[in-house]
């Protein structure tokens, strides 16, 4: 089955860098889309950004200018550079895929690695 592998997370002081890296197996074509969730303490999961196939990316509001998602042609695996990291993105951080890119929901899902911002 397909299995999502996050890692990179760790913990970092306010406006400190962190870079997480997903790898995906078990899948023998190019997932339609990978993105990146994250879910804090008492909050919602929320969309962190996500990559198409051919290249478009979205990023959610609070991350933009400071975050940068990547996808290496011609793999699954998937990368987050998290720039001027704040106590505000503390959370677990989910690497997602779809099968293809379209429709609202995520197909696969990691387990989830922490990132921790101390001020």
């Known amino acids: 089955q397909v299995q999502l592998v996050e890692s990179g997370g760790g913990a970092v002081q306010a406006g400190g860098s962190l870079r997480l890296s997903c790898a995906a197996s078990g899948v023998n074509f190019r997932l339609g889309a990978m993105g990146w969730h994250r879910q804090a303490p008492g909050k919602q999961r929320e969309l962190v950004a996500d990559i198409h196939l051919n290249g478009n990316t979205n990023y959610g509001d609070s991350v933009t200018g400071r975050f940068t998602i990547s996808r290496p042609y011609p793999g699954n695996t998937m990368y987050l550079q998290m720039n001027d990291l704040k106590p505000e993105d503390t959370a677990v951080y989910y690497c997602?895929?779809?099968?293809?890119?379209?429709?609202?929901?995520?197909?696969?899902w990691g387990t989830g690695t922490q990132v921790t911002v101390s001020s």
């Open positions: 997602a895929g779809k099968r293809t890119g379209l429709g609202e929901e995520w197909d696969y």
